[in-house]
Antibody, heavy 119, light 107 residues
Framework: EVELLESGGGLIQPGGSLRLSCAAS????????MTWVRRAPGKGLEWVSI???????YYADSVKGRFTISRDTSKNTVYLQLNSLRAEDTALYYC?????????????WGQGTLVTVSS | DIQMTQSPSTLSASVGDRVTITCRAS??????LAWYQQKPGKAPKLLIY???NLESGVPSRFSGSGSGTEFTLTISSLQPDDFATYYC?????????FGGGTRVEIK
């Protein structure tokens, strides 16, 4: 059974940093792209970043230069480093797995980790 | 970047109604479109991929159509479990983007 478990969220001051983690199990981690998607309070889903199965990375314009995605295949874990945080980064952050054969849509999702940026 | 626009933003309907949600892309995305359902407090659930392909386990009352820049998600007979928010997402190129969402509520 596929499981994705996010952690690392919390309350952080503007300008601060956090590292989110997503531990994956139940599938061959190396074979699939992994992504982060967020949902701000009262807003819709916003795609944030993706790391492909060959390690290429892509970002939304809103986070480019501030967030960094990475994967550790030895730990079956994907990370999102959040730097220079702003109030508008406050959101529930989900990690998700790329679908077999269509890697840039997402068939399994975690339950999310909440990031609150506030002084 | 490709912008995705959904309409309506909110839809009021009754059980048994046929419901259609529209998603428009700012440029052609061929058939590279997915639909998700999200309920309060839950993670999104993939319903449709490549515009018209039903994800395994999704009821057949859901269907998707379209290509190029205009797409639709149809629920043929709305069930109580279907009251939720629906999102489209393109996977044509990076950056990926979601539509703004359509909330389906009870009339």
């Amino acid at each position: 059974e596929v499981e994705l478990l996010e952690s690392g969220g919390g309350l952080i001051q503007p300008g601060g940093s956090l590292r989110l983690s997503c531990a994956a199990s139940g599938f061959t981690f190396n074979d699939y792209p992994m992504t982060w998607v967020r949902r701000a309070p009262g807003k819709g889903l916003e795609w944030v970043s993706i790391v492909t199965n060959i390690g290429s990375t892509y970002y939304a314009d809103s986070v480019k230069g501030r967030f960094t995605i990475s994967r550790d295949t030895s730990k079956n874990t994907v990370y999102l480093q959040l730097n220079s945080l702003r109030a508008e980064d406050t959101a529930l952050y989900y990690c998700a797995k790329g679908r077999d054969g269509h890697g840039y849509i997402f068939d399994y999702w975690g339950q999310g980790t909440l990031v609150t940026v506030s002084s | 970047d490709i912008q995705m626009t959904q309409s309506p933003s909110t839809l009021s309907a009754s059980v048994g109604d046929r419901v259609t949600i529209t998603c428009r892309a700012s440029q052609s995305i061929s058939s590279w479109l997915a639909w998700y359902q999200q309920k309060p407090g839950k993670a999104p659930k993939l319903l449709i991929y490549k515009a018209s392909n039903l994800e395994s386990g999704v009821p057949s009352r859901f269907s998707g159509s379209g290509s190029g820049t205009e797409f639709t998600l149809t629920i043929s007979s709305l069930q109580p479990d279907d009251f939720a928010t629906y999102y489209c997402q393109h996977d044509n190129s990076f950056p990926l983007t979601f539509g703004g969402g359509t909330r389906v509520e009870i009339k």
